[in-house]
């Protein structure tokens, strides 16, 4: 008798697993908008030119790989903090911010989860209805009871937002609340400026514990922009979490690049915070991995790479959106009598259909389209090439 005759078979991640389908799917129209990975018009991975050109430079001066601090490179963490909060922000400046480096975003959002589970052992975790579908189970791993909060509804397409509020104020003061602070995922639905004060109202009302995760700054409508959530916290006097991933914005997906940062009431507490932040990561993974936050880093920090990021990063949210409109006119010319206007409401990567696990079934199997069962599709990843294989094939499901 083996020590692992009694493991049970997990079931496939339902994400990798479409992507395995996909690969031995032989219909030469296939089409993966199934994860979340942002593709050019010709189908392919980008690889930014601020990022090409930062290794080139790092390239000329080659350096050996010693161990990164714990908490990763100084320079990255500092541009991490610029970049969430702003550079000349109060929290920023009164450095009372402690950020460590990631390993993706997820990786911040474990360490972050594994430190409050520390410090608030009996406290539970609130995502969105849905959310991104590792949120419940890392919050699950790291022991919380993980519940939700109303957010998609349906029928509206669009949010929920009454519910929303209502699940909040009935939470209990600790509860942890899991936030997509912009281009949520899988929905593409975001809440409104007003609609985040009203949040921000609640959680600050209730005591709440937020917890922004801030996987496609950029994408919504500009790296300020969509940084303007955190504001709204900041503003209302808040301590709070925020995991950062550079996965999306730098099309660094395999680097594991991210981070999280911790907004404290002061320097001497961001400093302890840190401390003990320090020992989640000794035990878990020692210290960071040097080159892709080595890259990041050194395009944040040169000028002339930051400026090209913003306008590479510009492009990939410009190109979305009109993908989305592309999709919208394309359905209608395609035949499809329903109104699919609200997908150009939408934000971000994502969005979600309306169609019905049925029809996302025979998307895949008739036509080579795939797409999540709950209807989710990546708009990030259709081009001008794809477009009309993916109206037409819709058009003959709906
Ligand atoms: N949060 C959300 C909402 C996401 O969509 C993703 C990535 N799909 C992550 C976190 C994780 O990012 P990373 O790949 O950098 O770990």
């Known amino acids: 008798m083996s020590l692992f005759s009694a493991v049970e078979m997990a079931p496939r991640d339902p994400i990798l697993g479409l992507n395995e389908q996909f690969a031995a799917d032989t219909n030469p129209h296939k089409v993966n908008l199934g994860v979340g990975v942002y593709y050019d018009d010709n189908g392919k991975l980008p690889l930014l030119e601020c990022v090409k050109k930062a290794e080139a430079d790092m390239m000329k001066a080659p350096s050996a790989r010693g161990y990164l601090p714990i908490d990763g490179i100084a320079a990255y963490d500092n541009a991490v903090k610029a970049l969430v909060f702003g550079a000349d922000s109060e929290p920023v400046k009164s450095g009372r911010v402690a950020t460590i480096q990631a390993l993706g975003g997820t990786g911040g959002l474990k360490v972050g989860a594994d430190f409050l589970k520390k410090l608030s052992p009996s406290a539970k975790v609130l995502i969105s209805d849905p959310s991104w579908e590792n949120h419940r189970a890392l919050f699950a791993q790291a022991g919380f009871e993980v519940g939700s909060y109303a957010y998609y509804d349906a029928a509206k397409r669009g949010i929920d937002f009454d519910g929303m509020l209502a699940a909040l104020q ?14 949520h995922n899988p929905t593409g639905y975001d ?5 985040w004060d009203q949040v921000v109202e609640v959680v600050k009302a209730r ?4 917890f922004l995760d801030m996987a496609y700054q950029g994408f919504g409508f500009g790296i300020a922009e969509d940084g303007a959530v955190i504001g709204k916290f900041v503003a209302a006097g808040l301590t709070f979490f925020v995991s950062t991933s550079f996965s999306k914005s730098f099309s660094l997906y395999g680097e594991r690049v991210g981070a999280l940062s911790v907004l404290c009431e002061s320097k001497e507490e961001a400093a302890r915070v840190l401390s003990q932040l320090k020992i989640m990561i000794r035990t878990n993974y020692s210290n960071p991995p040097t080159h892709g936050g080595a890259v990041v880093a050194a395009v944040l920090g040169n000028p002339e790479l930051r400026a090209l990021w913003e306008q590479e990063l510009g492009e990939m949210r410009v190109r979305i959106k009109a993908m989305r409109q592309k999709l919208v006119d394309g359905l209608k010319a395609a035949g499809v009598k329903q109104d699919m206007g609200f997908i150009t409401s939408q934000i971000g990567m994502f969005s979600y259909s309306g169609l019905t696990k049925d029809q996302m079934v025979r998307l895949r199997n008739e036509f080579g389209v795939y797409g999540t069962d709950t209807g989710r599709m990546c708009v990030a990843a259709l081009n001008s090439k794809n477009i009309e294989h993916v109206c037409a094939s819709i058009a003959k499901v709906v």
């Open 170 to 183: 009935g939470a209990a003061a600790g509860t942890i609340v899991v936030l997509h602070a912009c281009c």
């Open 191 to 195: 809440l409104t400026p007003a609609q």
């Open 207 to 210: 005591q709440l514990t937020p």
